[in-house]
Structures are given as C-alpha cells and as structure tokens.
C-alpha cells in the first residue's frame, strides 16, 4: 500500500525555520492533493496548508505570509517551509495525501506518522 514518511521536524527557537518533507511511496498512479495538518495537545486536528493538481493552495490564516508548501511530482515528496516560527506553532505535524492507487479503483487517503515540531526559547 502507499505509505508516507515525514521527516525534518524538530526542536527551534521563535523566529527560526524549519522545512518539513513528505515522501510518498508506493504503487502510486497520481497523487491529487497534497496537505499539512497539526494538532496540539487537548486541541483539534487543524489544516495548516494545502496543494492540490494544478498548484493552487490554500493556508490557514495564523501561518499566511510565514509558511509555503510545494510539492515535486517527479519525487512524489511534498514540502513545508515554515519561516519566522512562534511558540503557538508547537505541534505534531500530519502529511495528508489524496492518492490514486495502480490497479485500484476510486482514492486513497494516506497519512503519515507525524513528526513534533517544537517552538520554544
């Protein structure tokens, strides 16, 4: 099946970046949409940036202007650049993936393990 596997999260102080990845694997078709969810303790799952075919994206309105997201369709790996970070974006980031599968009918909704993100002086 189709797995995906973040990788460059960490510990950063406010006002530092960090670059998140998101490598999908698998027997991938196509890939639709492509997106970054967080979640905080005692909070709720949150979109925090997506990309879908034909590159439109979306953001939520805390991280507009210090967070991009991209993807390489050659690689299959979507990324998060997050710039000029703040306490409140300490979280568990989630890669989500919309993914067509070969040989298989319909959509696949991927999400990876999760990787912390901590903000902190």
């Known amino acids: 099946q189709v797995q995906l596997v973040e990788s460059g999260g960490g510990l950063v102080q406010p006002g530092g970046s960090l670059r998140l990845s998101c490598a999908a694997s698998?027997?991938?078709?196509?890939?639709?949409?492509m997106g970054w969810y967080r979640q905080a303790p005692g909070k709720q799952r949150e979109l925090v940036a997506r990309?879908?075919?034909?590159?439109?994206?979306n953001y939520a309105d805390s991280v507009k202007g210090r967070f991009t997201i991209s993807r390489d369709n050659v690689k299959n790996t979507g990324y998060l650049q997050m710039n000029s970070l703040k306490p409140e974006d300490t979280a568990v980031y989630f890669c989500?993936?919309?993914?067509?599968?070969?040989?298989?009918?319909?959509?696949?909704?991927?999400w990876g393990q999760g990787t912390q993100v901590t903000v902190s002086s």
């Open positions: 989500n993936a919309l993914i067509a599968r070969i040989g298989v009918p319909g959509t696949y909704d991927a």
């Open positions: 698998g027997r991938i078709a196509n890939i639709y949409n």
């Open positions: 990309i879908i075919s034909g590159s439109r994206t």
